[in-house]
């Protein structure tokens, strides 16, 4: 089970986008209470060839103002 963070707004578009990449969504929750900007970690499960999970989750990111290192 992997982890990553969302700012709320983006979350309900990667929540679509790993679905259709068969990429199932096990939890959502805060670490932190009235943190600001309020941040959402998504735990996710998927099964299938690594570039393709890879690929959907990094298309997933990319939807959110998370910024990622090359």
Known sequence: MKES??????LDRSEK???KSNINIVAIH????HEQ???MFLHYWG???A???AKA????????ATKVNP
């Open 5 to 10: 963070r969302h700012d709320e707004s983006h």
């Open 17 to 19: 986008l790993l679905r």
């Open 30 to 33: 805060q670490h932190m209470t």
């Open 37 to 39: 900007p309020r941040i």
């Open 47 to 49: 099964q299938g060839k």
């Open 51 to 53: 570039d393709d999970l």
């Open 57 to 64: 989750v990094r298309t997933a990111v990319n939807l959110t």
